[in-house]
């Protein structure tokens, strides 16, 4: 990097960060319905009117990978936030549902939270990812992001009436499973549940899908299934993870479930070529296509959730 | 049951300072080298038989490994992707993170049966098997 090619390079980056800046996925839940369009779109303004409010999600931050095909993860991340502070009507919270480093070091995380705070947003809620508990089990992760600083690091919180649960799924995982709640977390989530009206709007958030996505590369949590009974009831239930660097998505029954992009890198479809892992053949220019954000809007309606997306690249 | 020594040993490390790295390694019991150096500093003084695990695409290569007691096992991360070897059931100490081409070694001085996996990719499981 000390060379005269240095200068060119930071333009290059700067260029491919803006292209990316004009291709965000925004979320939009009006009247019970969730939708998603393009950051920077022209509709984003008109849409926003009926929204009683909205948040953003990102994930999957990596900070301190450098490979390819993103060599510069904290500018790729800086984009996402200033997409967000872009907005017209600001997110009420930013949501990073994991991997905010790649390695859990302390400079890691102090890129992180630098970044975070250029945020314009008041606050944003974490949950660790598999990468930010390497070596102290979550310690430095839940002393400096944890929103209630006790065992195990899960939580709710109620805003503007919908009922927000983030749940820890990447602690204590046993040799040959997936993702794991834990018998302790599980009895907590049932419990934080119970005295909730089935007609409570839920956001459900963690780190690994908590459904079966693809078992075979981890891409699922070992007893989701138990958390997702206590759901059942709940005539509206989004489950938001990351984890998979893509957008996939699944309804069941009440329930939908939605993985985000990476502000980082791509990771393959489940099961093309022979494992996880970036994706470092993506063609140059074209890697703002693969990362991304989300921006949830919400709005009060009878009708019973239901999802469409508008994936805009 | 419990093997007897554990290290890191990252490549590509320059040249000029593989001495210095060596005199810390000893001094604090964690050794830093080249495998090559590694190998033949090992073999020269205690004829220690060394065995590599590769970590690739969320698999550990071969999956299952037999060796004579006293083998030091050497694991090295081809992924891009960080993997943590820990033993299942404590029987030997678990690495640190190892980012790509990182390896981590453990000398297995006991007879027994070693299930390890990746702490932080669980799905990743390996044995190994010591005669």
Known sequence: MQNHDNEAGNRRQFLKCMAWAGAGTLWLMKGGVLRAQAFGDGATTASMADASFSFAQISDSHIGFHKEPNMDVVGTLRASVALVNAQAARPDFLLHTGDLTHLSKPEEFDTLAGVMQDSHTRKVFYVPGEHDVIGDNGAEFFRRFGERQRAGGWYSFDHRGVHFVGLINVLNLKAGGLGSLGAEQLAWLKKDLAGLSAETPLVVFAHMPLWPLYPPWGWGTDDSTEAMSYLRRFGSVSVLNGHIHQIQQKVEGNITFYTARSTAYPQPTPGVGPGPGPMKEVAPGALHHYLGIRDVRHVQGRQALAVTEEVLS | ?131
């Open chain 2, 1 to 131: 049951m419990k093997a007897i020594a554990h290290g890191y040993a990252r490549l590509h490390v320059p040249r000029w300072r593989l001495g210095t790295l060596l005199v810390m390694g000893v001094l604090c019991g964690v050794i830093l080298a080249s495998p090559a150096v590694m190998a033949a500093s090992a073999s020269a003084s205690r004829k220690v038989q060394t065995q590599q695990i590769e970590i690739r695409n969320f698999a550990f290569a071969p999956a299952t490994l037999t060796v004579p007691a006293g083998t030091r096992v050497v694991w090295t991360n081809q992924d891009e992707e960080p993997h943590v070897i820990t033993s299942a059931g404590s029987l030997f100490a678990s690495s640190k993170g190892l980012d790509t081409s990182d390896s981590y070694a453990v000398t297995f001085s006991k007879p027994g049966t070693y299930a390890y996996y990746c702490s932080i990719h669980p799905m990743m499981v390996g044995t190994i098997i010591v005669q």
